[in-house]
């Protein structure tokens, strides 16, 4: 293993897409690529996750 610490997310294979990200900082609101992501709420959490909602 050689160069870890240089390699950033435009190095993997799989998740290379680095979309231009803005946040409006009165709003809160989020922009990627000039668009407001969207994600519908999840339906199952993992069992690491569920702790954190109470």
């Known amino acids: 293993m050689a160069r870890t610490r240089a ?3 435009a190095d993997m ?3 290379g ?5 803005r946040a409006d900082p009165e709003t809160c609101e989020v922009r990627a690529d ?3 992501p969207t994600r519908p ?8 996750r569920r702790d954190v909602l109470f």
């Open 17 to 21: 897409a680095i979309p231009a990200s």
């Open 34 to 36: 000039g668009a407001r």
């Open 7 to 9: 390699v950033g997310r």
């Open 41 to 48: 709420p999840a339906d199952l959490l993992p069992m690491a």
């Open 13 to 15: 294979r799989l998740a």
